[in-house]
């Protein structure tokens, strides 16, 4: 079982940046791909960001590709998600995600595990 400590969430004005962390607790945290995911009120929950065990692979949604950067540690077990030029639309509660799989999966399907969430608001 991996449990997630997910920091970084709050109150931006648009055009501000943020900076999501995810610590993951356990010890094969170096064998999991890891997402970001994302959602807002009244919506689905959407694919963000991905990458592979090794960070040498990432994927990220289109509408994000140029704005958001996913990045890992895994000496110290915690994934990033930058966040920059962020828009009122960005408001959502942002998940991290660990697939077994190992890969950067864009499917929320394809995970194992979830973190609680931590909420991202942007104010216009």
């Known amino acids: 079982q991996v449990q997630f400590e997910e920091s970084g969430g709050g109150l931006v004005q648009a055009g501000g940046s943020l900076r999501l962390a995810c610590a993951a607790s356990g010890r094969n945290f170096n064998t999991y791909g890891m997402g970001w995911f994302r959602q807002a009120p009244g919506k689905e929950r959407e694919f963000v960001a991905a990458i592979r065990w090794s960070g040498r692979r990432t994927n990220y949604a289109d509408s994000m590709k140029d704005r958001f950067t996913i990045s890992r540690d895994n000496a110290k077990n915690t994934v990033y998600l930058q966040m920059n030029s962020l828009k009122p639309e960005d408001t959502a509660v942002y998940y991290c995600?660990?697939?077994?799989?190992?890969?950067?999966?864009?499917?929320?399907?394809?995970?194992?595990?979830w973190g609680q969430g931590t909420q991202v608001t942007v104010s216009s």
């Open positions: 995600a660990a697939t077994t799989s190992g890969g950067a999966a864009t499917e929320a399907r394809l995970y194992d595990y």
